[in-house]
Each structure stands twice: as C-alpha cells, then as structure tokens.
C-alpha cells in the first residue's frame, strides 16, 4: 500500500494485525520522498493503493478506509474491469448538430436563430 491518508495509526495496527493472520504485510511509502519508486508504479494522486502478491504488483485496490482494506485483505481479489467507454454524445442519434471548428462558422451562417451549448465531456466518464 502507498501513502493511505485516511487511516489513521491505530487504524493501521488493526490492519497490520489482521494482515499477519494471513501472512501479509501492511506497508506505506511517502512517494514525495522516494520519487523513483512512485515513478516506476505511476502514482498520479495520493493515497494510491496497489496489491503485491510474491514480489510483483498485482492490481490497483480503489479503497482508503481501514474498515475497507481490512475487508479486502481477508479475501484479496482483483477488482471486476471497468466498463467499456460510453458512446460520445457527438456520435449518439440525436437533433443536435455537433459542430467543430471547421463547421461552426458555415453552420451559423445558414441558419437563422442557433442556440450553441458550449460543452467540456466529463474527464471521471472517459
């Protein structure tokens, strides 16, 4: 595990506890301190948590609470896949007119009243 923020010291002796039932080991890295090692495991946002099983990373682990990594180390199982990605509006059946820089002008200028949703697709869907 790597830089958990929400677990607080006794939470982290609970876990360290049940973690030696099961001969596992809780561990944390400051990854501002060892930049290296947060590199080679493309740590992008704190806390990340990663499994290791024998030695070698295993998967990503989405949980920060030490109720929930207790939870998961009594039975450590990769996390289903993600879904596949939506459908981008532009490319769904619809009334609407995607415009782009090459279209917007032309559009415009052929039609009388336009009423233009200036849009950013949300970066947490894609």
């Known amino acids: 595990m790597i830089h958990i923020i929400n677990v607080t010291p006794a939470g982290m002796f609970r876990i360290q506890t049940l973690v030696l039932q099961i001969t596992g ?24 948590v990663k499994y290791f099983k024998a030695g070698e990373f295993a998967f990503d682990v ?6 929930k990594i207790t939870e998961f180390m009594r039975d450590p199982r990769e996390p289903p896949p993600p ?3 939506e459908i981008p509006w532009s490319e ?5 007119v995607h415009l782009t820089e090459e279209t917007f002008k032309i559009f415009l200028k052929k039609k009388k009243h336009v009423l233009v949703m200036f849009y950013a697709p949300c970066k947490y869907s894609q």
């Open 25 to 48: 080991v809780a561990a944390a890295i400051d990854a501002t301190k060892e930049p290296a090692i947060a590199a080679r495991y493309n740590i992008r946002g704190y806390p990340t």
């Open 62 to 67: 989405n949980v920060r609470d030490a109720a």
């Open 92 to 96: 769904e059946p619809s009334e609407v």
């Open 83 to 85: 879904p596949p990605p």
